[in-house]
C-alpha cells in the first residue's frame, strides 16, 4: 500500500505545484504553457496505472470510465471533422490551453483518482487545495499591494495570482476558504489559528479582486456546508437551510441580471457582456451540433455568429462562451456537453450515495462536497482555468472513489507492485509525453526571446514553427508592425491566414500591412466581413488602386 500511498500523494502534490507554477522568464504565455506541460506529463505517468481488473469490480467505475473514454472519443471526432487547425484544437488557444491534450488528460486523471483514492485520501486532499489556494491567494495580495517583482502586462485589475484572471483567483480563494473552514477543532488552538489566517488571507483576496464569482461561490458553498451540518443535528433546520439556499440562488441570479434585491451588489457589466457570448454561443452551436466548431477554436468563430443586434451591443470579442457547457457544446458538440453534464450528475448521486450512508456529521466529506458545487457554479459564467478544472476533475473522481469505498465497506487494496517492464513502460510514457510537450515549449521560449532581443528573423521563426498559433501569430504580427518591419510581417500574415483562414486577427494584419498587394488586401477585407459581418467599420473601407 505504501506504493499507493506514493501514487496518491503525487496526485495532490502536482496538483499544488500546477496551481502555483508561472514561467515569465521563460514564456509568454507564461501563466499556461507550463501547467499544459505538467498536467499532460501527469497523465502520461498515470495511464500506465490503470487496472482495468478495478475498474470492473464497481458499476460506479465503469460508469466513470464509460464517460470518459466517450468524452475523449468525441473530442476526438470534433478535431476530425472540424475544419480548424489541428495543432490549435491539440494544445488549445494561446491565453487558454484548453485543448485535447488538456482535457484527455484531465480524464485520465479522473478516471486514475477514482480507482486508487478512498477515504482515507480525504485530508490529504483538502489540504493540498488549501496549500495551493494559500499560495495563490498570497501572491495576488502582493500584486493588490505592487510588491509583485514581476512586472506583468494585464488588461484587468493586475491582481491574477497564479491563476491568470481577477475571476479564476477570486473563486479559487472563494473555494478555498470553504475548505479551510473544515480545519476548526474546538480541541486545538493552533490549528484553530491557522484556520483562522487562512480565512482572512482568502477573504481579503476576494475583496481585492473585485470579482462576483468569489461571494457567490462562498455564499452557495456555504449553504451547502450548512444544509450538510444541520441534516445530522435536526431535519427540519436543514430543510429550512435548504430553501433559503434555494430563494438566494434565485436572487443571485437575478441580481447578476440586474434584477431583484441584490441588483446593486452582483450585477456587473461583464454579465451584459457574457449574456451576448452565451447567445452567440447558442447560435454557433446550432449550426455546428454534433461536432462543434472545434476545440478550444470558437475564437474564430465568436463574430461570426453574433448577431446584428449583440453587434451593435458591448460587442466584446470572446474566445470562450463563459460557461463550460454552452464552451464544451460549441467546440466539442452537444454530445460532449451532454457527457459532462451526465458526469454532474452521477457525482451527485455517488455524494447522495455517502451521504445517505453516513452516521453522524462529516465535516471534512461536506467540506469538499461544497467545494466541489462552489465550483460548478463558478463554471456557469466563466471561461475554464486548468487549476480549476484540474482539482474539479480530482474531486469528482475522489467521490465516486468514496462511493466505491462505502459500498463496498472496505478500503481497497490496489495492487501497484508491478514488473520491471511495467516501470520501464511508465518511463517510455513520460518520455512520449516530453517529445508531445517539448515544441510547445520551445515555441513559445523562442517568441519570448525574439520579443525581447527585438530579431525579426527569430520572430518570424517561431511564428511559423510548430506547434503554429494564432495567437502567436498575432503578437508577432502586430509587434513586427508596430516596429515598422513590413517585410517580415508580410511573412508572418500570409503564414497566419495559410495556417488558419477562419482567424480574424490573421486576415487583420494582412490587410493593415502596406506591403501586401492589392488583391491581398481585397481578400482580406472580404474574408474580414465574412468573420465579422455586422462591423460597421469593415463596411466603410474603401481601398484605393495605386
Not at 458591448?314 to 452537444?334: C, K, M, P, Q, R
Not at 508491478?418 to 518511463?427: P, R, Y
Not at 494582412?510 to 506591403?515: F, G
Request: proline letters at 3%; glycine letters at 6%.
Amino acid at each position: 500500500m505504501s506504493t499507493n500511498k506514493n501514487l496518491t500523494n503525487l496526485i495532490v502534490f502536482t496538483g499544488v505545484i500546477l496551481t502555483i507554477v508561472f514561467t515569465p522568464w521563460i514564456n509568454v504565455d507564461a501563466l499556461v504553457v507550463p501547467k499544459v506541460i505538467i498536467l499532460v506529463l501527469l497523465s502520461f505517468y498515470l495511464v500506465t496505472k490503470f487496472r482495468l481488473s478495478e475498474i470492473q469490480k464497481h458499476i460506479n467505475l465503469k460508469v466513470l470510465f464509460l464517460l470518459a473514454f466517450l468524452a475523449i472519443l468525441q473530442m476526438s471526432l470534433s478535431m476530425y471533422f472540424s475544419e480548424s487547425p489541428i495543432e490549435q484544437q491539440l494544445f488549445g488557444r494561446g491565453g487558454r490551453g484548453l485543448g485535447f491534450l488538456t482535457y484527455t488528460s484531465l480524464f485520465i486523471l479522473m478516471v486514475v483518482v477514482s480507482i486508487y483514492f478512498n477515504q482515507n485520501n480525504l485530508n490529504l486532499l483538502i489540504k493540498g487545495i488549501v496549500t495551493a489556494g494559500v499560495f495563490s491567494s498570497s501572491y495576488s495580495l502582493l500584486q493588490r499591494f505592487n510588491l509583485d517583482p514581476i512586472d506583468w502586462v494585464s488588461r484587468t485589475n493586475g491582481i491574477f495570482g497564479t491563476l491568470g484572471n481577477p475571476n479564476f483567483q477570486s473563486a479559487f480563494a472563494a473555494v478555498t476558504l470553504i475548505l479551510s473552514i473544515s480545519f476548526f477543532n474546538k480541541k486545538n488552538t493552533k490549528i484553530n489559528l491557522v484556520s483562522l489566517f487562512i480565512v482572512t488571507l482568502t477573504c481579503t483576496t476576494i475583496y481585492f479582486c473585485q470579482s462576483t464569482q468569489g461571494y457567490v461561490a462562498v455564499v452557495l458553498g456555504s449553504i451547502i456546508y450548512l444544509v450538510g451540518y444541520f441534516w445530522y443535528k435536526s431535519k427540519n433546520l436543514s430543510l429550512i437551510a435548504t430553501g433559503i439556499g434555494v430563494v438566494s440562488s434565485i436572487l443571485g441570479v437575478l441580481g447578476m441580471f440586474d434584477k431583484g434585491p441584490f441588483s446593486a451588489l452582483l450585477y456587473k457589466y461583464s454579465i451584459e457582456s457574457r449574456s451576448e457570448m452565451w447567445r452567440t454561443s447558442i447560435s454557433a452551436i446550432r449550426d455546428n451540433p454534433i461536432f462543434g466548431v472545434g476545440i478550444d477554436s470558437f475564437g474564430d468563430y465568436s463574430s461570426m455568429y453574433k448577431s446584428a443586434v449583440d453587434a451593435q451591443g458591448v460587442n466584446e470579442f470572446t474566445d470562450n462562451s463563459h460557461n463550460y457547457y454552452l464552451e464544451y457544446a460549441v467546440t466539442g458538440g452537444i454530445p460532449l456537453a451532454l457527457i459532462h453534464i451526465i458526469i454532474i450528475l452521477f457525482t451527485v448521486y455517488a455524494f447522495l450515495k455517502i451521504f445517505k450512508l453516513q452516521q453522524e456529521f462529516n465535516k471534512s466529506l461536506i467540506a469538499i462536497f461544497a467545494f466541489w458545487v462552489a465550483i460548478q457554479s463558478q463554471s456557469l459564467i466563466s471561461p475554464a482555468a486548468i487549476p480549476l478544472l484540474f482539482w474539479n476533475f480530482v474531486v469528482t473522481g475522489f467521490i465516486v472513489a468514496y462511493s466505491v469505498n462505502v459500498s463496498n465497506q472496505a478500503t481497497p487494496k490496489v495492487d501497484l507492485n508491478v514488473h520491471t517492464s511495467m516501470k520501464f513502460l511508465s518511463v517510455l510514457s513520460l518520455l512520449f509525453a516530453l517529445l508531445i510537450t517539448y515544441p510547445y515549449f520551445n515555441a513559445d521560449r523562442l517568441q519570448l526571446r525574439s520579443l525581447n532581443s527585438r530579431d525579426a528573423d527569430l520572430a518570424v521563426r517561431s511564428a511559423t514553427m510548430y506547434p503554429e498559433s494564432t495567437v502567436r501569430y498575432q503578437r508577432i504580427g502586430v509587434e513586427l508592425t508596430k516596429s515598422g518591419l513590413s517585410d517580415p510581417a508580410l511573412i508572418v500574415a500570409r503564414a497566419a491566414v495559410q495556417f488558419n483562414p477562419n482567424a480574424f486577427s490573421s486576415w487583420a494584419l494582412l490587410l493593415a500591412n502596406e506591403k501586401s498587394t492589392m488583391i491581398e488586401k481585397e481578400r482580406a477585407l472580404a474574408e474580414l466581413i465574412r468573420l465579422d459581418p455586422y462591423n460597421k467599420l469593415l463596411q466603410d473601407i474603401k481601398l484605393d488602386n495605386p
